[in-house]
């Protein structure tokens, strides 16, 4: 028996080492990350002088602005404004109110529409591009010029709520068309 007790005794204790080793091994203290380090000076980056504000609103180009209308009206029960027309931009819109945002619906306004081409191209319509507020939309032109981020014109023009806005191009934006919009 004492036998017996023995090679039970000197079983405990060689599970306890083994326990002891895996214990102390979750105990080990991950290393920790250093900093990244460099003998190069940082630049300072200077406080940007605009800034992006709120989405404004979507815009989605359409086929049939009067069905486009009854579908946002009729179907989910949206506000919804009068068609208003654009000549400058080549484009008829009309608003839809959401609670945060807007869509906004494009129609060609003559053949030499941007939207004409678009929907040559999209025959069902689709989305036009994202209009994002900025608080500075001169600085913002003039940023983004620095930057090497081409426009679709030189400078900011009035937009169909009659502030400045000014259009990036997609390939400078993740394939996006993007608005700026003063707000």
């Not at 090679?7 to 002891?20: D, I």
């Not at 989605?60 to 654009?86: C, H, M, R, T």
Request: charged share 20%; aromatic share 4%; hydrophobic share 45%.
């Amino acid at each position: 028996m004492a036998g017996v007790l023995r090679a039970a005794a000197a079983a405990a204790a060689a599970a306890a080492v083994s326990a002891r080793g895996l214990f102390s091994r979750l105990q080990t203290p991950v290393p920790t990350v250093r900093a990244f380090s460099t003998s190069q000076s940082l630049h300072h980056v200077a406080a940007p002088v605009w800034n992006l504000g709120r989405l404004n609103h979507v815009a989605i180009a359409v086929p049939d602005l009067e069905k486009a209308k009854a579908f946002y009206k009729n179907v989910l029960g949206a506000q919804v404004s009068e068609a208003v027309p654009l000549p400058e931009h080549g484009v008829s819109v009309i608003f839809v109110s959401l609670g945060n945002t807007k869509i906004e619906l494009l129609h060609p306004l003559g053949k030499d529409s941007p939207i004409a081409g678009f929907l040559q191209k999209n025959k069902a319509g689709g989305m036009h591009h994202v209009c994002i507020e900025v608080d500075n939309i001169y600085a913002a032109v003039l940023d983004l010029k620095e930057k090497k981020i081409r426009s679709l014109s030189e400078e900011a023009q009035i937009g169909a709520h009659g502030k400045p806005v000014i259009f990036l191009h997609p390939k400078d934006c993740g394939g996006v068309l993007v608005e700026l919009e003063q707000a």
